[in-house]
């Protein structure tokens, strides 16, 4: 089993909807959860970090943690254009190194 | 403040060719990171600097590769003798100590080709 898994294929959302992602890890002990925005040819940008479960928004985001069931999901509320990116799940294992999934792709069409 | 700057942005090498990527931290930061990223792959961990510890190097994945971290600040990646699948963009990250500790910002990275 990967260590991070995001199993969706593209996502494609009408501007103004909701773009749901989800994310699986292996790592029972892991303790910190991040989500990374990548834009096509850059590198990835923080946009979201979680620790504890339960819901943590920050402005059209909101991370979801629910370490009882190892998964982690981002929400996207009222999407823009400018959110078309793809999204990578990553987790901090006890070694620092962050593990990251593969990301899934978000179209969001005008 | 600025961010994580790396050099060159691009690099284009011979097969067999020595290189060296450089990455510069945020200022501050005493944690560092390299991980390369390849078409269609996740990105995968190399190496790990955390102020003056022993490196973590159980991601690089031959002895080719080898990193160091100058005054615990800039760091050099080499890749000697490069080879074709050693194509790939190589990303470095930094992150500080205290309560954000695990939170990791990265460079633009270096895109480097082996022709």
């Not at chain 1, 923080?46 to 929400?75: C, H, P, W």
């Not at chain 2, 080499?78 to 990303?91: C, K, M, P």
Request: hydrophobic share 30%; aromatic share 10%; glycine share 10%.
């Amino acid at each position: 089993q990967k260590e991070v898994e995001q199993n969706s294929g593209p996502l494609s959302v009408p501007e103004g909807a909701i773009a749901s992602l989800n994310c699986t890890y292996s790592d029972r002990g892991s303790q910190s959860f991040f989500w990374y925005r990548q834009y096509s040819g850059k590198s990835p940008e923080l946009i979201m970090s979680i620790y504890s479960n339960g819901d943590k928004e920050d402005g059209r985001f909101t991370a979801q943690l629910n370490k009882a069931s190892q998964y982690v999901s981002l929400l996207i509320r009222d999407s823009q254009p400018s959110d078309s990116a793809t999204y990578l799940c990553a987790v901090k294992g006890g070694n620092n190194r962050l593990a990251f999934g593969k990301g899934n792709q978000v179209v969001v069409i005008p | 403040g600025a961010g994580v700057s790396q050099s060159p942005s691009n690099k284009v090498t011979e097969k067999g060719k020595d290189v060296e990527l450089r990455c510069d931290p945020i200022s501050g930061h005493t944690a560092l990171y390299w991980y390369r990223q390849s078409l269609g792959q996740g990105l995968e961990f190399l190496i790990y600097f955390q102020g003056n510890s022993a490196p973590d190097k159980s991601g690089l994945p031959s002895d080719r590769f080898s990193a160091e971290r100058t005054g615990g600040s800039v760091s050099t990646l080499t890749i000697q003798r490069t080879q074709q699948e050693d194509s790939a963009v190589y990303l470095c990250a930094s992150s500080s100590a205290g309560t954000r500790s695990n939170e990791q910002f990265f460079g633009p990275g270096t895109r480097l080709t082996v022709l």
